[in-house]
């Protein structure tokens, strides 16, 4: 799945019964639901489990790289602006664990074809049916957003404060990309996720109040999400297979992949 679905998802509501249905004809398999467009119904054809595993290591250097960077500099007022940031992720991240219980979507990997995926899925249990949000997306977009804010209310500096902006926005847009190319989520699930993790920065801005942010530093945000999530969409991974991509309006590139 390219950069495109999660920069240019449009969300149109749709019932299943009006949706393709995929052929469970050897392995009915859950039903597909809760689609939002047509980017939503391709993403059946996608796995990687490489993919999978690189967003795995980019969420732990979104969470970790905040706090790092806040303990380096290790102030009178770090313990506050560690707790703001800590609160800002745990707020997105138990609403989208709500979310996820609450919805029970099946992850799109649970309708690819190839039986080694199909396989997969019957193996992974509870966690097939855990799709809307992507939890992967929430938290590293709840890092940036959250990490970001505590670094900026503690520094004057804004080019170093643009340069973290940039590489929480970029893990954040990588990350959200792989989760789609993995086959664990669709692009609304990843939309979601993005949603919910920006608005982790609530909290830090009601704990530590109001920050001015140069132009600079906006524009480093956009950069850093358009360069991530560009990164994330071309890099070759087991099976991946690059494939035109056409969506009303414009077109792109999908990256699908499949378990080898």
Known sequence: MSALALLALVARPASAESDPEPDH????????????????????????????????????????????????????????????YAGGVAASGLVAAAMKELWRRPRPYN???????????????????????????????????????????????????????????????ATAVLRMRAGKHYPSDVAMGVALGIAGVAVPAAVLGDVELSGGEIAAMAGGLLIGAGIASVIPFDGDVVVPLAVPGGGGVAITGTMR
């Open 111 to 173: 309708f690819n074809a190839d039986p080694a995926v199909r396989a997969y899925a019957r193996r992974a249990g509870k966690d097939a049916t855990a799709s809307f949000p992507s939890g992967h997306t929430t938290l590293t977009f709840a890092a940036a957003a959250a990490g970001g804010w505590i670094y900026a209310s503690g520094s004057d500096d804004t080019t170093a404060r643009a340069g973290v902006w940039f590489g929480g926005t970029a893990v954040a847009g």
């Open 25 to 84: 004809s050897t392995d009915p398999g859950p039903e597909p639901r809760l689609y939002f467009g047509g980017l939503d119904r391709q993403s059946h054809d996608d796995f990687s489990s490489s993919a999978s595993a690189a967003s795995d290591a980019l969420l732990v250097l979104g969470l970790s790289a905040p706090l790092v960077l806040e303990l380096g500099r290790n102030d009178d007022d770090t313990g506050r602006r560690l707790g703001a």
